[in-house]
């Protein structure tokens, strides 16, 4: 096998990233759920899906931001929340099923299609 043919098929998945098999929990749902309840009563639910939308891809380091922010976030919020909104969203599907709740309970619909 020539060094070309090596090189390609060493560096075949390097950046794949696994694909999460477990759906989320009752608790991360509720957690979810929680969310997209207060976004759509605070009207907030067209900035925030925009917001969710462009920074999608971006999750893990939200999550991890997080994490590195929680003893100030944790001045004005409880210590218990903000871990699990990062443990949520430390998962890659987690945003597009806020975006998802968000939608369904202010009434709109997405108009892309996520094919």
Same mark, same amino acid.
């Given at each position: 096998?020539?060094?070309?043919?090596?090189?390609?098929?060493?560096?075949?998945?390097?950046?794949?990233?696994?694909?999460?098999? %477990?759906?989320?929990?009752?608790?991360?749902?509720?957690?979810?759920?929680?969310?997209?309840?207060?976004?759509? =009563?605070?009207?907030?639910?067209?900035?925030?899906?925009?917001?969710?939308? &462009?920074?999608?891809?971006?999750?893990?380091?939200? &999550?991890? =931001?997080?994490?590195?922010?929680?003893?100030?976030?944790?001045?004005? @919020?409880?210590?218990?929340?903000?871990?699990?909104? =990062?443990?949520?969203?430390?998962?890659?599907?987690?945003?597009?099923?806020?975006?998802?709740?968000?939608?369904?309970?202010? @009434? %709109?619909?997405?108009?892309? &299609?996520?094919?």
């Amino acid at each position: 096998m020539s060094l070309k043919a090596r090189l390609a098929q060493l560096f075949r998945h390097a950046f794949a990233v696994k694909s999460e098999a %477990k759906p989320l929990t009752a608790e991360e749902r509720a957690l979810l759920d929680h969310i997209a309840t207060k976004v759509v =009563a605070r009207r907030m639910d067209t900035p925030m899906v925009l917001l969710l939308e &462009s920074v999608g891809p971006m999750n893990f380091l939200g &999550s991890q =931001a997080l994490h590195a922010l929680s003893p100030l976030i944790n001045l004005v @919020g409880r210590a218990e929340e903000t871990d699990r909104i =990062a443990h949520v969203l430390e998962r890659r599907d987690s945003i597009q099923q806020l975006i998802t709740l968000i939608e369904t309970k202010s @009434g %709109k619909t997405s108009s892309r &299609s996520d094919a």
